[in-house]
């Protein structure tokens, strides 16, 4: 169990307040079904499997944090995080994705995620294989053949060959060849048609096609002519590859999908519906029904193997203006017994958002113009009034949330972005004046504040 896990419900919180402002009761319903886990784990084992997680529907405008929470809550917990869109569905896939992909998505992520934790552990080991491979690229071993009494003998490379390879040790780790050019083997899979297919959405045809006839298709060598800086990166990641246990990474990243894995259903308020008996309602209703089994608890077939989907969470989330979660089947309802419903943003919101979090926007602009030898500063005028047009236009226009920060700061900084490059050593001090000189004509025009914020 890592040390995120064992978290208590305040730390989570604490943790998710360094980058999402408010929302307090959305951060305690995630920090509560998080540390569930941790103690669903100290069960006895007749227990443990007993105990399903308690899924979570977030109500709330677009723009108020709820992919914000899960996705920290995912990292926090360094989980397996897949987020995916409830509408992109639709009954048994028929001309859309069927909902068994979302668990064959979330299974690849926590592979991905294994393997880069494993070669991580054997970089060391790889740089070292790489380098020697590399030093043999760049001085190959040769045997001289030599007639002596009318034999044939090998005679081995004398004392010089170790110490030149010494120095072009040292000349390769200081970077002194990084340019020098080198031939190398390299081996690749000829796929050509399958790829085609699968750009072409055919990936859901049987159980990845792809990847079954990938064992069938003869690998073939290649040589490259390639620069010993990028020969070391390709030899390291061959090496690292070698150096890993497939079976291992697979067996764990199945465990972490079943057990830790996370699943955001986005816009769930899109396939709400049960009322109809034809026309889209029906599609919805069957998305639903498909959508149950997963949530519920069930075997799911992927390329790696067999994959519980009983113990992953599921949180859903979506706006609900016209549908209600009481318009989805009740079966579905069931399986999402917390409810929780954030709240719509306030000046003082976007005042904090702006300011407050580890990532704040502010912070974000004032760094990036930094790498101009631009210093930027912000007047607490100007921050005020950012966050007044963000509501003003979010009241009169469609109401996006947080989001229209970033559609203000990129307009409000437009100019000095667009000549940062000329102004190096440049300190600039942005206040109400520039903000409102800025964009008090787009926020007066509600025709033009509909195409520019």
Do not use: C
Not at 152 to 174: G, I, N, Y
Not at 189 to 195: D, G, K, V, W
Not at 276 to 304: C, F, M, N, W
């Amino acid at each position: 169990m890592s040390q995120q896990l064992t978290l208590t419900p305040t730390q989570i919180v604490g943790e998710l307040d360094r980058y999402i402002v408010g929302q307090e009761k959305a951060k305690r319903a995630v920090a509560i079904a998080l540390r569930n886990r941790w103690r669903r784990q100290n069960l006895p084992p007749e227990l443990r499997d007993e105990v399903a997680p308690k899924n979570i529907i977030m109500i709330g405008p677009t723009g108020v944090g709820k992919t914000e929470v899960a996705r920290r809550l995912a990292k926090l917990a360094q989980a397996p995080f897949l987020k995916v869109e409830a509408s992109k569905y639709t009954e048994v896939g028929y001309v859309g994705r069927d909902v068994e992909s979302m668990v064959r998505d979330l299974t690849e992520l926590s592979v991905n995620m294994v393997k880069a934790e494993m070669m991580t552990r054997v970089r060391e080991r790889a740089e070292q294989l790489a380098e020697d491979r590399l030093l043999d690229l760049l001085l190959p071993k040769r045997t001289h053949e030599a007639f002596s009494s009318g034999s044939l003998e090998e005679v081995t490379p004398d004392a010089s060959r170790e110490t030149t390879k010494d120095k072009l040790r040292a000349q390769l780790r200081a970077g002194r060849l990084d340019d020098r050019i080198v031939e190398l083997e390299t081996q690749q899979q000829a796929l050509p048609m399958i790829e085609v297919l699968s750009g072409q959405g055919m990936e859901e045809m049987g159980i990845h096609l792809k990847d079954m006839l990938s064992n069938l298709m003869p690998t073939r060598t290649k040589q490259r002519r390639v620069r010993i800086a990028e020969a070391r990166r390709l030899l390291l990641q061959e090496e690292a590859q070698k150096l890993v246990d497939m079976e291992e990474v697979v067996a764990q990243a199945i465990r972490r999908a079943e057990n830790s894995g996370i699943v955001f259903l986005d816009e769930l308020d899109k396939i709400a519906g049960r009322e109809g008996g034809h026309g889209p309602d029906v599609s919805r209703e069957g998305v639903q029904r498909d959508l149950l089994p997963i949530v519920e608890g069930s075997a799911v077939t992927t390329k790696y193997g067999i994959v519980h989907t009983d113990h992953v969470l599921f949180i859903a989330a979506g706006a609900f203006h016209i549908a209600k979660p009481s318009d989805l089947i009740p079966e579905l309802q069931g399986r999402f017994p917390i409810r929780v419903e954030l709240d719509p943003l306030t000046r003082e919101d976007f005042v904090r958002i702006l300011t407050e979090p580890q990532n704040a926007l502010l912070k974000q602009y004032t760094e990036l113009l930094r790498t101009e030898q631009v210093t930027l500063r912000f007047a607490p005028d100007a921050v005020e009034a950012i966050a007044e047009i963000a509501m003003r236009v979010n009241a009169s226009t469609e109401n996006i949330g947080a989001r229209r920060l970033y559609t203000i700061m990129e307009r409000l900084l437009e100019e000095i972005s667009f000549n940062a490059p000329e102004m190096p050593g440049k300190e600039l001090t942005i206040d109400a004046g520039y903000v409102w000189g800025r964009l008090s004509d787009i926020t007066r025009d509600q025709d033009l504040s509909r195409y520019i914020l």
